[in-house]
Structures are given as C-alpha cells and as structure tokens.
Nanobody, 125 residues
Framework: QAQLVESGGGLVQAGGSLRLSCAAS????????MGWFRQAPGKEREFVAA????????VYADSVKGRFTISRDNAKNTVYLQMDSLKPEDTAVYYC??????????????????WGQGTQVTVSS
C-alpha cells in the first residue's frame, strides 16, 4: 500500500514560517486530491487545506486562510504546506492525507484513504 511521509516540522517563534513536505511512495497520487489536517493537544483532528489533483484549485480552513498555502509537484509525487505568520494556536501535529478515491474532494476525515505519520509544529509566544 501507499505511504505518506511528512517532514519540515519544528519549533518556530510566533510570526515565523515553516514549510511542510509530504512525500508519497508505493504509488503515484498524481490523480488524487491531497490535503493537510492537524491535531492540537487535547483536540480532535481538523481539516487545514486541500488541493485538487490538477493543482488548479485549493481549499483552506478559515483559521489559516491568507497565511497558509498548499501546493503540489506531481512529478515529484510530493505535496507542500507553506505556513507563514504562524500563531501559537497553530501548534499541532500536522498530517498529510490522500483522497480515498479518484475524483473525491477532501473536506473531512471520511474522505481520506491514506495518512502520513504526522509531524510536530510548535509555535512559541
């Protein structure tokens, strides 16, 4: 089965930036929608962003709109999350996700077929 591996997490001060990467192996996800979710301590996992298989369209949670940018490079089988103007409330484990079926949009966990292991992002005050 396919595997998604996140990288790029770490500790950053408020107002700083990080770029997360998600590399896929075992298969290509060039025709699958991809997305990012996050889970803060003591909270449920929540949707952050998604990108259509073509890369033409993106969707963001209101909490990150204008600060985060999702992108993908299908030739490298990789999806990215550029995070700017980070806030302490962005602190969470960030998970990469692939849609469970072709043509399916990602908006909830039920839409996901493959998950990454997660990467920790900590934003200090």
């Amino acid at each position: 089965q396919a595997q998604l591996v996140e990288s790029g997490g770490g500790l950053v001060q408020a107002g700083g930036s990080l770029r997360l990467s998600c590399a896929a192996s075992g298969r290509t996800f060039g025709h699958y929608d991809m997305g990012w979710f996050r889970q803060a301590p003591g909270k449920e996992r929540e949707f952050v962003a998604a990108i259509y298989w073509s890369g033409r369209n993106t969707v963001y949670a209101d909490s990150v709109k204008g600060r985060f940018t999702i992108s993908r490079d299908n030739a490298k089988n990789t999806v990215y999350l550029q995070m700017d103007s980070l806030k302490p409330e962005d602190t969470a484990v960030y998970y990469c996700a692939a849609a469970r079926a072709l043509g399916l949009r990602i908006g909830t966990e039920a839409d996901v077929g493959s998950w990454g292991q997660g990467t920790q992002v900590t934003v200090s005050s």
